[in-house]
């Protein structure tokens, strides 16, 4: 077979998985669904339809939109001080149109919505494309550090009363914290001082960053999953599903985590909701089905309200330099 034939086939292949997950996650929730419908003598449909006739949708509505909002915000905010700090002097008021234009992207693939953010700020305002990246790649990584240290503040207040898994949260964040170490004192050259890896552009936000900021930036997103635990634990109750916020706070990290595999519709984290409320399943499944696709579109909304003025900046004369 030759290259070209072996690169488009594992192109097609790189496509597919995504969706073929997405199946895989939908059936399964089908035949749960439908399991304890039958149980009350109805079938999946009807059974998930009544679910949703029962829920409030006003009382969600107040608090997804105001949550929704709140993230964008924050999201920008993170945006702005890493650019900021790595690539070039840009205002917060000029991220939110690169941002916020960004979600209509994400309605398929976060990552990639981010990876376009490269492209706009290097159409606009000249800054190199895989120094912007750089700076994406340097969010994503400090976002799992923000989940998983709030997922072990969680642990911490509540882990005696959750399932014996759970207890492996902070041997996670032990071996998750040598790696960051470690990861800092090679980018400070304490580490393999001649190795040329680090000198890569896509590393070039690492090379800059000091320790400090990446704890700044974990600070900075704090805020969006604080509300986002209320959020979620109130309308979970209009779900007929009860929690506390404690125990969201050790769940939503994970669900998250879920969330940023980029399968159509969040379907992983829709699953992982299941799972969480075994004996519940179609509610659980109205309620990731609802709660991340609302918010996947609603941010994409925000975005359409930019799309004009992202378009004039990126597709009309390039700026000075």
Known sequence: MS???KSLRGDILKRAIPWIVTLACFTYLYFRIDGAAQREGSSAI???ANVFANVSWARWLGLMVPYSIFFFLIDSLVV???INWFNARVRYADILPIRGSTYIISILNEQVGKGVMAVYLNRRD????????SSMLFIMFCEFFYLLL???VGYALQGDALPPQFGLLPWVALGSGIFFALWVLYFRGAIAPTSRLRDRQILHAFRQAKWWQYGAIVLLRSPALLMAVVVYTLSLRLFDLETGFLDMLITLPLIFFGAAIPTPM???AIT???FLYPENPAQATAFGLVQHNFFIFFNASIGLLFLRRANRELFGPKRAT
Do not use: E, H, K
């Not at 000249?126 to 990246?133: A, D, I, K, S, Y």
């Open 150 to 152: 709030w997922a072990n």
């Open 80 to 82: 702005w001080r890493v």
């Open 126 to 133: 000249g800054v190199p494309g895989w120094q912007v990246g």
């Open 266 to 268: 969040r379907a992983v």
């Open 272 to 274: 992982l909701w299941s």
């Open 46 to 48: 009807p059974y998930l």
């Open 3 to 5: 290259g070209g034939a």
